[in-house]
Every structure is written in structure tokens, then in C-alpha cells.
């Protein structure tokens, strides 16, 4: 009998331990922005910031990012990099394998100087997307 109470608690003790380090994390865009490199591999420039409100779940419990845009985007998170901060941002990049099985390396960045905003980034080796995000 008292074996099956120590199996009981160690697997309650298990499956509150995973609860407590999993988390989602929900935005919404405000707007978003496309940046590409040209023929002769420099960077050209942004495109207009379009106005676009769709929602973006982290879900570091099942290691992806959606943005759900028209073609729902879903990312494999990799690795997860550690946490960089300097005296302007706040940086969490992942590096992640995206649903068409190309790598890339995502950075959700708060902006400490402006209020805080925050900006999701997808780079690619040739083009980078830039979403404006905030909490939902």
C-alpha cells in the first residue's frame, strides 16, 4: 500500500512540476512588414507597414509559434536562446524549422524605450518579417 501512495505522489509531483513550466503566450499583430535581400545580397528596404490583427500563439509546452495569417504559419521551435538584454531591449529568440521545412531564427523583442512594444521578427537567410505585437 505504500508504495502505491509514493508512485501517487511522485507522479502528481511530476505532472505539477510540467503544468507549472509550460506556458502559452497569446498576441495579437498590429501590423506587419517585409524586408528582402536583392540580387546582389544586400538588404534592400522595408515594404509599407500593413495594417493586419491576427493572433500569434507561443506555446513553449509544445515547442511552436503559430501566426495564424491566411496560410497559417507554424514554427518547431529547435533550440531556445538565451534571454539578451541591453539598455533599449529585451530579446527571446528561437530557432525554429517552419512548416515548409526551412530553418529560421524568430525573435520576439520588447522595445524598452518606446512603451515597451513588442515585435516579432522572422529571419530568413533572404527575408525577414517583421510583426508588431502586443498581448492579448
Known amino acids: 500500500m ?28 498590429s501590423g ?3 524586408l528582402e535581400k536583392k540580387d546582389n545580397n544586400k538588404w534592400g528596404k522595408w515594404s509599407e507597414l500593413e495594417l493586419l490583427n491576427i493572433p500569434v500563439v507561443l506555446d513553449t509546452d509544445k515547442h511552436r509559434i503559430v501566426v495564424y495569417t491566411q496560410f497559417v504559419q507554424w514554427f518547431e521551435i529547435s533550440d531556445y536562446i538565451a534571454t539578451e538584454e541591453n ?17 529560421c ?8 524605450l518606446q512603451d515597451n512594444r513588442k515585435q516579432l521578427y522572422i529571419n530568413y537567410n533572404k527575408r525577414i518579417i517583421l510583426y508588431n505585437i502586443f498581448n492579448s
Do not use: P, W
Not at 527571446?92 to 530553418?103: A, K, Q
Not at 531564427?105 to 524598452?112: D, G, H, P, Q, V
Open 32 to 34: 506587419f512588414s517585409v
Open 2 to 29: 505504500n508504495y502505491i501512495k509514493i508512485v501517487f505522489v511522485m507522479l502528481v509531483c511530476a505532472f505539477s512540476y510540467q503544468t507549472a513550466t509550460s506556458q502559452t503566450y497569446k498576441f495579437r499583430t
Open 105 to 112: 531564427k524568430l525573435s520576439i523583442i520588447t522595445r524598452k
Open 87 to 103: 539598455d533599449t531591449d529585451i530579446v527571446h529568440s528561437f530557432i525554429c524549422v517552419d512548416n515548409e521545412g526551412t530553418s
